[in-house]
């Protein structure tokens, strides 16, 4: 049986800043994803890696973003599923992107990250990346943000400063009761 | 919005063998899954845990599988899904029977264990873990075994003692190419 | 017989950060060192803890070290051996401050920290602490500086910008060969 | 300055053993100390392994405990200190044979291992092996078991069954008050 190809695409965020000693600072500068990636075992998957920036996603330019969806969608073609790496602050931003760009993608396309860093303790990232990559077997073609046990659909997901967690937008169709 | 019930059923199994300094030897003797669950974050979930035994799967006996099934059957009437934690070299044997006993489950019925345990460095089971409960989400109504970012579906599935994973059994209808 | 009684004074540094989620950086505000402290074996030792500040040790005013200084030299009449968790930017202007109050202590003093904050992945802080409390056992009363595996006395030990540990300083009289 | 030379010699022991997935038991198969000793940072201190023989220390011969002696004996002669990773339950055993054998040793001997398996959470090896590279450096020629925040000499160090730890034996003579 062929196996299922996920495309995973890094472009930096808060899960994959490592600590720079002689700075004293968290920064993005190592393919920390990959090693986490790689600590999973998955049957049947061939995961592939595009590491396309290492940017805090505050510092991505309306550039970077076109980037990022021109190589989902190209990357989307040849996967059967994509998993984009992303900083929390602007993922909303991306997801509402590659819906503008993609309004019916072929494959599901997951979005996801970390509101701590895979190298610090208690990090969120490792259970964020595990869900993401089971969820890409199972959920439909679309775009979606995967964190903290749930897949939420966009449009309408955005970050809660508050909970540090990942909604869906009082004001979206679907979050209206 | 009501949380999402989760009901996680522990009966033992590699994944929750601690060590035992005294006689140097792992067993099933603490809670381990409870510590592992707690450690993953799930929004607008509720967990809760029935811890029915502490076995390795090859020693439980006829009463314990019914015992399993029971408290299976029991729990899903006031659970959104159940996750019963299960050592893996009968699993296979209790998922065939939680299917006779359930032929139309009306919430996910998900299986899933260790091939290390939780407590030794390198172990599936954070992994399986996750994936399970995230699985609990997105998957229909059903029995299934959840491992190494799959879930497959009773009845034919089964432990592959060579690769030491689960798949679906060659024999069985859904197996057949 | 009765317990080794060692005094764990800490000042916060690089070892004890940890990190805010919600502002992003990493910061010194938990108690991490005593967490990291009770999960090591000390047989026939009695730990006792007091926290004195939790500051990045550039930010120590004059006030504040000779606040350290009195804090090491009244616990050292109650115990046989006194560690110091101390950041290491400043470490060595602290341990020069404590043999200029206390030429001749009457019980070993270790100065220890990390270049790596204890809950990030590959830290320095638990082998450190590990190693300092162990000294406490062996070395004679004076001043010292414990990191990577050695124990260096003061006067004239200095943070090695270059390679990120502790050296004997090149003017320091011991230093000279 | 010329580095520090540790000889590391591994017999196996409760520390090494790793988890067979397929028979699902701990064995003494990998090079595990290896890799514990190299994610310690040791300054100026060069290690050197000799991996003797990979058994639990309750099956070691006369035969094996010679050659244990012999590997101690020939390469204390070019190193500033040897430590012998071994396995806990005859550890005793070979400390009073190393000491019948070179009783004036011209270096320190530091005999190690742990209760828990390094590969276990909550394994006492990390620390006891740090503890024990640390001694090298600070004891007096002589043979000792390192375990637990303390350096016990040889002859009279015997492992208490009850709390599980090396205590000095009641019946030796510095054990006797």
């Known amino acids: 049986m062929a196996p299922f190809r996920i495309a995973v695409i890094t472009t930096g965020g808060t ?4 600590y720079d000693q002689r700075k004293a600072v968290l920064r993005n500068a190592d393919p920390v994803v ?3 990636v790689r600590s999973l075992r998955l049957e049947e998957t061939k995961v592939s890696f595009k590491e396309l920036m290492q940017k805090d996603s505050l510092d991505l ?3 970077d973003r076109a980037r990022i969806v021109e190589t989902v969608r190209s990357t989307a073609r040849r996967s059967n599923a994509v998993v984009v790496i992303h900083g929390t602050d602007t993922l909303s931003e991306t997801g509402e992107a590659l819906l503008a760009a993609m ?4 494959v599901p396309i997951v979005l996801t990250g970390a509101m701590v860093p895979f190298v610090v ?5 490792l259970q964020n990346v595990t ?5 890409c077997r199972l959920l439909a073609p679309g775009i979606y943000a995967v964190f903290h ?3 939420l659909s966009f449009p309408g997901v955005v970050k809660d400063r508050e909970t540090l967690t ?3 937008c009082p004001d979206s169709p679907e979050g209206r009761p």
Chains 1, 2, 3, 4 share one sequence.
């Open 15 to 18: 899960i994959a800043k490592t």
């Open 34 to 36: 990959k090693r986490l």
């Open 61 to 63: 330019s309306p550039h």
């Open 103 to 106: 309004p019916a993608p072929a």
């Open 121 to 125: 303790a208690g990090s969120d990232g």
């Open 131 to 135: 869900e993401a990559l089971f969820a």
């Open 149 to 151: 046990g749930r897949a």
């Open 166 to 168: 990942f909604v869906r």
